[in-house]
């Protein structure tokens, strides 16, 4: 199953941009053997301000795929709870796990409606570049748990 990291905006070169791709080379190498990967960012920009430009930028990522976006009113998951989901939608016959990070203003309400889930972390609010990290890295996270490597402790 292919996993795609599906967000608005491009990040510059920075310590964020670094630890993302990190993260998504890690899964990818570690995902291999379990079915899991390659794991992509793909970065989107509006053809105009606001949230119903970005959201057609989107949409198109969504064909064939579960979509799953990250919304500060969404449900909050254990990273094992994750891992568990992945491997559900995997074992499913799922062949592309979308996981998708809005813009400043967030997603467009219709767009999301269009998800079949909705995940948080947490109430707090968190610059985009650190939610892209720590999304990849909550995947890698999965792909060890799925794994069984010591990376994840409960």
Known sequence: ????????????????TELVRLYADRATAAGRA????????????GRKPGKAAEAEALRPHFKDAHVLVCDEHGQSRTS????????????DGTRRLVLVIGGADGLDPAL????QGRMAFGPQTWPHALVRAMLA????????????SPYHRD
């Open 137 to 148: 890295e909550q995947v890698y996270r999965a792909v060890t748990i799925l794994a069984g």
């Open 112 to 115: 999301m409606g269009e998800a």
């Open 80 to 91: 094992r709870a994750f891992a568990e989901e992945i491997a559900r939608l995997r074992d």
């Open 1 to 16: 199953m292919r996993v795609v990291i599906l967000a608005v905006g491009r990040l510059a070169r920075a310590p964020e």
């Open 34 to 45: 379990l079915g899991l990967g390659p794991v992509e960012i793909v970065e989107v920009e």
